[in-house]
């Protein structure tokens, strides 16, 4: 797919990675981006469309929904990540809610569009979706199943010409990682990678130098191949 005259959904738009996405998908000629945001957003960029969109919210889901008739790239981007140590169940029930049901309520939502469209959905996953950082425990959960998600959704979705990606994120310089004494890349840096990465066709994307390396192991490993053979046994609806 090409951005190049696209629409394009990005949740959690207001800063960070999110705010990058809808920078570069403007810059490669996207003729609209709807930034959801749970705050009010200004843009100076009259194609930008702001959503106020909490995805933990069913009504603000269904209302976004109404102010957006034609749709070819969502991108499941909001985020939160807390410290914990799982010994509060709510701290985990608050991660699925935004990283794993917020993502899957909104394509749920947007499919229609996404299919008439023949689409793409864009999942900011994480690195920590392949191996736990165990200070964030309850947020590596999430990631893990939010990317179990979307690779069912891959497969389920392939015979209405929707592709579904994934971005395994590593550390990048963010809100999120503040206080984090480590190397991060860039979002704007990012932002262009994921982009690349849906031009291109990747189904797992790996944007960033800490992620990158893992990227050619994943796509030759056993476990990228155990996906493939797994997704064959609904291969045939898209015949
Ligand atoms: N930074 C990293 O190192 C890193 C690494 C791997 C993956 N990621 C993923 O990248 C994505 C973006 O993160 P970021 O690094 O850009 O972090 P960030 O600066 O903390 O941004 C998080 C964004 O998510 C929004 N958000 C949180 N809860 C929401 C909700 N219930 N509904 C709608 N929006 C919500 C925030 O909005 P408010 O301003 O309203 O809070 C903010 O716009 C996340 O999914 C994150 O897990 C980040």
């Known amino acids: 797919m090409t951005l190049a005259n696209s629409t394009v959904l990005v949740t959690g738009a207001n800063r960070g990675i999110g705010r990058a996405l809808v920078d570069a998908a403007l810059r490669r000629g996207a003729k609209r981006v709807y930034a959801g945001t749970r705050r ?5 960029d009259e194609r930008v469309t702001p959503l106020g969109l909490d995805v933990t919210d069913a009504a ?15 991108v499941n ?4 990540a807390l410290l914990d140590d799982l ?4 701290v985990l029930e608050q991660h699925l809610a935004v990283n794993l049901f917020g993502g899957y309520r909104m394509t749920r939502a947007f499919l229609p569009l996404l299919t008439r469209s023949r689409g793409a959905i864009v999942n900011n996953v994480s690195m920590m979706a392949l191996a736990p950082f165990p200070v964030t425990p309850a947020y590596a959960a999430s990631k893990a199943a939010a990317f179990n998600l979307t690779q069912s959704l891959r497969a389920l979705l392939a ?3 929707v ?24 979002p704007d840096g990012v932002a262009r990678a994921i982009l690349d990465g849906v031009e291109r066709g990747d ?5 960033d130098p800490v992620s ?3 990227a050619e192991s994943w796509r030759t490993g056993a476990v990228k191949e155990l996906e493939r053979r797994l997704a064959a046994f609904v291969a045939p609806r898209a015949a």
């Open 87 to 90: 010994s509060d169940p709510a």
């Open 77 to 80: 981007n909001a985020g939160i």
């Open 159 to 161: 015979a209405d010409g």
């Open 60 to 74: 603000q889901i269904r209302r976004a929904v109404e102010q957006v008739d034609a749709l070819d790239l969502l």
């Open 40 to 44: 009010p957003l200004d843009h100076v």
């Open 203 to 207: 189904e797992d994307i790996f944007p």
């Open 163 to 186: 592709r579904v990606h994934a971005v395994l994120t590593g550390p990048t310089d963010t809100e999120m990682t503040r206080g984090l004494d480590i190397a991060k890349a860039s």
């Open 212 to 214: 990158e390396a893992l």
